[in-house]
């Protein structure tokens, strides 16, 4: 059973730092891997999509990096701003069984300070 | 393009009530999903439908149900309310399932059964 895994749950930064915030899953057999963005009391937007061939996506400030073999996607935001504060949440998409379905982690609560 | 709609925004039930979550996407996709979101315990995925006349059950399911008569579609029912379904409901759609498209979002239902 596919388990994705966020780290770290809540991350405070100041304004301009980059930073880095990582996802894991335990099956390596995907088709592909999304980072979204949630605001509060809001939906889900989609930053980033990771096909399974391919190593990284860029994006503006956004870069997000695919090691499928070792079951690990990063995503890089550059000279962060307060308002890129939000949770962040990566899903990947499994090949078996119910090919479609994402399995989402729990998402890192980022706050950039002003 | 609105994109995925879902209504209402908010709605307060009571235990041993029902009620339907509408969902509408105007692009023409054939996979839709619900899913829904507990404080901390990222997105689970309910029912999902490969296009119109077909759905098939997710991770949780139980207590819901769903139907898709046409592409545009996709709404979830609750026959008989309990606290345990009180959630912040989500419903997606993506062109198809394969590697190469994402998901889009709805802005989601935020349920609270008392």
């Known amino acids: 059973k596919q388990e994705v895994t966020q780290i770290p749950a809540a991350l405070s930064v100041p304004e301009g730092e980059n930073l880095v915030l990582n996802c894991s899953f335990t099956d390596s057999a995907i088709y592909n891997l999304q980072w979204f963005r949630q605001d509060p009391g809001k939906g889900l937007t989609s930053l980033l999509l990771?096909?399974?061939?391919?190593r990284e996506q860029t994006s503006g400030r956004l870069n997000a990096s695919l090691d499928k073999s070792s079951g690990r996607s990063t995503l890089y935001i550059a000279a962060s701003q307060p308002g890129d504060s939000a949770t962040y949440l990566c899903a990947v998409k499994g090949l078996g069984g119910a090919t479609n379905k994402l399995i989402f982690g729990t998402g890192t609560l980022l706050a950039v300070q002003p | 393009n609105a994109g995925v709609t879902q209504t209402p925004k908010f709605r307060i039930l009571k235990i041993g009530q029902s009620m339907t979550l509408q969902c509408t996407q105007d692009?023409?996709?054939?996979?839709m999903y619900w899913y829904r979101q507990d404080p901390g315990m990222g997105l689970k995925l309910i029912y999902y439908s490969v296009g119109a006349g077909i759905t098939d059950k997710g991770e949780v399911p139980n207590g819901y149900n769903v139907s898709r008569s046409t592409t545009e579609d996709f709404p979830l029912r609750l026959e008989l309310a309990a606290p345990s379904q009180t959630s912040v409901y989500f419903c997606?759609?993506?062109?198809?399932?394969?590697?190469?498209?994402?998901?889009?979002f709805g802005s989601g239902t935020r349920l609270t059964v008392v």
């Open positions: 692009m023409n996709h054939n996979y």
């Open positions: 997606a759609s993506s062109p198809k399932g394969t590697a190469y498209y994402g998901y889009t």
């Open positions: 990771i096909q399974s061939s391919q």
